[in-house]
């Protein structure tokens, strides 16, 4: 059984900064790539950012120069560092990630999400 546990998310004022935090565990052969999502209220799910194995990355362009995702493979986690938010960077953030459970195949694994919010 895999599970993905984020962290970190909070209350913060327009101009600060959030780290979050998500952490894989469980039966697990090899983690492909990883990502965050975000939904804001009445919105769908979005992209935020992805990370491949080889630590190649990629952004929407709403939070690119703003936010960094990067992971700790020896602990199966990724992070996502966030500064300078906006009150549109509110929203559930979801931890995804595409793990491989055995040699034999990969299933799309996602996170519970962890509250964002932006607001003076």
């Known amino acids: 059984q895999v599970q993905l546990v984020e962290s970190g998310g909070g209350l913060v004022q327009p101009g600060g900064s959030l780290r979050l935090s998500c952490a894989a565990s469980?039966?697990?052969?090899?983690?492909?790539?990883m990502g965050w999502y975000r939904q804001a209220p009445g919105k769908q799910r979005e992209l935020v950012a992805t990370i491949t194995s080889e630590g190649s990355t990629n952004y929407v362009d709403s939070v690119r120069g703003r936010v960094t995702i990067s992971r700790d493979n020896a602990r199966n986690t990724v992070f996502l560092q966030m500064n300078s938010l906006k009150p549109e960077d509110t929203g559930v953030y979801y931890c995804n990630a595409d793990i491989m459970p055995s040699r034999w195949y990969s299933r799309d694994y996602w996170g519970q999400g962890t509250q964002v919010t932006v607001s003076s």
């Open positions: 469980g039966s697990i052969f090899r983690i492909n790539t």
